[in-house]
């Protein structure tokens, strides 16, 4: 049993996919990097499994983050090119 829940796009390259599905014949639920490049197209080892009987716990825990502690990326961030400093941060 295989469900695709969500695909969110990581950058050019990379998705993270969360879906439900079977391992060792126990249900959960995968978060894991799939790749689309010249050399793989995948999954890769990036990424975790949580079982189904230890999914509330983990909701609860995801559910608990505040929004407003999640700094917003700046545009040069999301597009992987660095930041330039600030005169501040030189000195």
């Given amino acids: ?3 695709d829940i ?12 969360v ?8 249900p959960g639920v995968t978060i894991r990097e799939f790749v ?4 793989y197209t995948g999954f890769t080892k990036s990424g975790t499994r949580i079982p189904a009987d230890k999914f509330l716990e983990f909701r609860e825990a995801i559910n608990k983050i ?3 502690d999640l700094p917003k990326e700046s545009k040069k961030e999301e ?13």
């Fill in 19 to 26: 879906r439900i599905d079977e391992y060792g014949g126990k």
């Fill in 36 to 39: 689309t490049s010249e050399k």
């Fill in 6 to 17: 969500a695909k969110i796009k990581k950058n050019e390259q990379t998705d993270i996919v």
């Fill in 79 to 91: 597009s992987g090119e660095p930041e330039e400093e600030s005169e501040e941060k030189k000195y």
């Fill in 66 to 68: 505040d929004l407003k």
């Fill in 1 to 3: 049993m295989e469900k």
